[in-house]
């Protein structure tokens, strides 16, 4: 039987604070910028996840996108 491909796209969005406590304001400022905002600072991301097997002779799927976008939401820390 022959392969096929399905791509699921995902966005999702990251924060992230660069601090050092033992520094003050002003150095953890001037070494880290605006990744050294109280308030956090941000990345918009997109995913692409790719899968490729034989198609289900019944669904005609290789994999719901349904399935593949709920395994995607419960293992963020898989993602490499």
């Given at each position: 039987m022959n392969k096929t491909?399905?791509?699921r796209c995902q966005h999702f969005n990251a924060a992230?604070?660069?601090h050092i406590k033992r520094w003050s304001d002003t150095k953890n400022e001037e070494?880290?910028?605006k990744c050294n905002n109280p308030n956090y600072h941000g990345h918009n991301y997109e995913l692409e996840v790719k899968v490729i097997g034989e198609c289900d002779?019944?669904?005609g799927y290789v994999i719901d996108t349904?399935?593949?976008s709920d395994l995607i939401k419960e293992n963020p820390?898989?993602?490499k």
């Open positions: 491909s399905i791509v992230h604070r660069l070494i880290f910028g002779p019944e669904t349904k399935i593949l820390k898989s993602i």
